[in-house]
């Protein structure tokens, strides 16, 4: 019978739970320990902000977090910016010579594995006698993330109608303000999705953050890999609960903005 | 690319009584606002001239000739329809004239200006897209607005001219909707205003009316007409709808293969078609073909495998090649019980035709009959329905008679 579909019957609701527990319970169970007492991480010793307060007084975490956030945040501006860039010449500009080649070696990184990608970059910063750094790690993870950009922001213009850009020319703007006014307006989403992507990649990334940062300069990622392989201290569960909290944030006020765009016309109308 | 100044000032013109006639259209040319331009401009365009001039144009996409050669002259306040099937080129003639192709050859002379090269945002010609193409972002009032903002116009009179529009196309109330919050009916005409809005000189339309459900579609012809009739726009619309063409058009340019193929009034193009292929492509057509048995006083005769020998006036211009094809329109040809009486000499020759009726359609304002002749071939007649109780209507099986006039004929060359 029909209604029994959309009934929560016993069965749908513990293949549910199941399904939610696989996915999120290790998580859940990361920020409960997180506010632990206790010293060691698997004994529970009531509740305690202890660990919150010691990573806010571990400056080595702290800079860590902090060359996180940055190289993040700047690499995936960068990678936003060249990956919208690459998208918009891929499915608006003229059919130029090579193309093909050109998108396919744009993609690359996609299926590249990062071990790789991460020794190349290596090899080649060491040969440009690159002080290895905050801008190695940066390049590194701009090169990685902007294929992302690219097939977020491609997959998006390829399906908007292209009369809109005419209509907007026959309608007296040149194409550059055509593509502004009209264009970048209705693929913002993607931009924004794209940059998200980018950030996330680059916050998560481990490998080929070590084989391009050096010495003085670890990201968190790097940081938390080097510590645990000392025995995981309670701290890490703190920071990854924030981590956590940080991307749950993001997303929320990402979907808050997306909404708030497409409700107000005005916006791309004043100019 | 030389910039057609003049049309700025031209929408800039605050918003008078008069939605572009007299002033909008022809005072273009002798342009108040010639200093602006480096060089003089050539002659202003005199009355006899027309406003759009299309010389020679040619237009392929790799080995595909999409528009071959092609010559056509509009006059300023023309309702212009081109015509013709998928394929034929008749798009990829209207982007050229709004600037999104870019013709391999020949000249777009506009009020006597070659546009050929001008960029899209510098013509003073809108185009209406068949999809529309409103922007999604915006509402109602800055979809029309948005051409008048890119004119520099000034925020009153952007106010001003909205609120005209609005009310031209009647839908005032809705301005601050987004296009996904309006019907089909409403989006065309959010489209035709904001194409409107900047008074062009010429409003390019393609296939406006293919989105919208029949009723709507009729409601609509007559509206655009009307429209195009107190604004003196000149209208070029693309169709590949007959029906439209003929209702709207006050004259039509059939395409077919990238050429213009016949440009007439949509009476002649019905009733005097330049070739078998119109003829056949814009209405119904019975077509017989045959061989040129004798011409005297303006009469052919021509001897047909499928209808005997059948009595034509002759067109002009006269055919010239022995081969011809007798054609016939469905609702020219009456039927009858008897043979009606002849009249061989006069003006009247009459074909007659008999046959059995092999099948009706009865389609509410005219039945249309098939008549199987003799030789095997089928005749269409359709006959008005003027009467509510038909005693006249003819049952399928029935023999009767399929005659037609000599003067009612088209000889045409195959």
Redesign the interface.
């Known amino acids: 019978m029909a209604h029994t579909v959309t009934r929560l019957t016993r069965f749908n609701m513990t293949s549910l739970a199941l399904g939610l527990a696989f996915l999120y319970l290790p998580i859940v169970i990361l920020v409960i320990y997180s506010f632990n007492a206790s010293r060691l991480v698997t004994v529970w010793g009531g509740w305690s902000l202890r660990w919150y307060r010691e990573f806010f007084n571990d400056r080595a975490m702290l800079d860590a977090a902090w060359m996180s956030l940055s190289v993040g945040a700047v690499s995936a501006t960068l990678a936003t910016l060249l990956g919208t860039l690459a998208a918009v010449g891929l499915a608006r500009g003229e059919r130029f010579r090579g193309r093909a080649l050109f998108s396919g070696m744009l993609y690359s990184p996609l299926v590249m594995p990062e071990v790789i990608s991460g020794l190349s970059l290596l090899l080649l910063f060491v040969a440009l006698n690159a002080e290895r750094g905050f801008w190695t790690v940066t390049i590194a993870h701009t090169t990685l993330t902007m294929c992302f950009v690219t097939v977020v922001v491609q997959s998006r213009l390829t399906v908007l109608?292209r009369?809109?850009e005419?209509?907007?020319?026959?309608?007296?703007?040149?194409p550059v303000?055509?593509f502004l006014?009209?264009t970048l307006?209705?693929i913002v989403p993607a931009i924004v999705a794209g940059w998200m992507l980018a950030f996330t990649l680059s916050l998560d990334d481990v490998v080929i953050a070590s084989f391009t940062t050096g010495p003085g300069s670890a990201t968190l990622p790097i940081r938390i890999y080097s510590e645990v392989r000392l025995g995981v201290k309670p701290e890490i569960n703190a920071i990854c609960t924030l981590v956590i909290a940080l991307i749950a944030v993001i997303i929320v006020v990402a979907s808050f903005a997306s909404k708030l765009s497409?409700a107000r016309?005005?916006?791309?109308?004043p100019? | 690319m030389r910039r057609l100044s003049r049309w700025r000032s031209a929408a800039s013109l605050p918003p008078g009584l008069d939605l572009c006639g007299e002033s909008g259209l022809l005072d273009v040319t002798s342009g108040e606002a010639s200093a602006e331009a480096a060089k003089p401009l050539p002659e202003p365009a005199v009355s006899d001239m027309p406003l759009l001039r299309i010389e020679g144009v040619a237009k392929s996409f790799g080995n595909f000739r999409a528009v071959d050669k092609l010559s056509l002259d509009i006059r300023a306040g023309e309702f212009f329809a081109l015509l013709g099937p998928s394929g034929c080129g008749k798009t990829t003639l209207l982007r050229m004239l709004?600037?999104?192709e870019t013709p391999d050859e020949g000249r777009i002379l506009l009020g006597g200006n070659d546009i050929a090269q001008v960029?899209?945002?510098e013509r003073p010609?809108?185009?209406m897209?068949?999809?529309y193409?409103?922007?999604?972002?915006?509402?109602v009032r800055?979809n029309i607005?948005?051409?008048l903002?890119?004119?520099g116009m000034a925020r009153k009179d952007i106010a001003t001219r909205v609120a005209e529009m609005v009310a031209l196309v009647k839908l005032e109330g809705l301005e601050?909707r987004?296009p996904d919050q309006l019907s089909g009916g409403q989006r065309q005409r959010v489209a035709l205003a904001?194409?409107l809005a900047?008074r062009p000189q010429v409003l390019l339309l393609d296939e406006p009316l293919a989105a919208l459900d029949k009723k709507l579609r009729e409601s609509t012809q007559g509206e655009l007409m009307e429209l195009q009739r107190r604004l003196g726009t000149t209208f070029i619309i693309v169709t590949h709808d007959q029906e439209e063409a003929m209702t709207m058009a006050g004259r039509i340019g059939v395409m077919d293969a990238g050429r213009l193929v016949q440009v007439a009034t949509p009476r002649n193009l019905y009733e005097a078609p330049a070739s078998r292929w119109i003829a056949e492509f814009v209405g119904d057509i019975n077509l017989f073909n045959g061989q040129v048995a004798a011409r005297e006083n303006g009469r052919l005769t021509v001897s047909t495998a499928e209808a005997g020998t059948l009595s034509v006036s002759e067109l002009w211009p006269p055919v010239t090649k022995e081969v011809v094809s007798v054609a016939i329109r469905p609702e020219k040809v009456k039927l009858s019980r008897r043979a009606p009486a002849s009249d061989e000499g006069g003006s009247h020759a009459i074909n007659r035709l008999e046959g059995v009726v092999s099948d009706v359609n009865y389609l509410g304002g005219v039945t249309s009959y098939r008549v199987k002749l003799e030789t095997g071939a089928v005749v269409r007649a359709s006959m008005a329905n003027t009467a509510r109780l038909d005693v006249d209507a003819y049952l399928a099986g029935q023999r009767v008679v399929a005659w037609f006039t000599a003067d009612d004929c088209l000889v045409l060359e195959q």
Do not use: T
């Open positions: 109608d009369s809109l005419e209509a907007a020319m026959d309608l007296g703007c040149d303000r055509a006014l009209v307006p209705l497409s016309g005005e916006s791309a109308a100019l | 709004a600037g999104f960029l899209p945002h010609v809108n185009m897209f068949q999809n193409a409103l922007f999604p972002h915006l509402s800055d607005a948005f051409g903002r890119r004119a601050k987004k904001r194409s900047r």
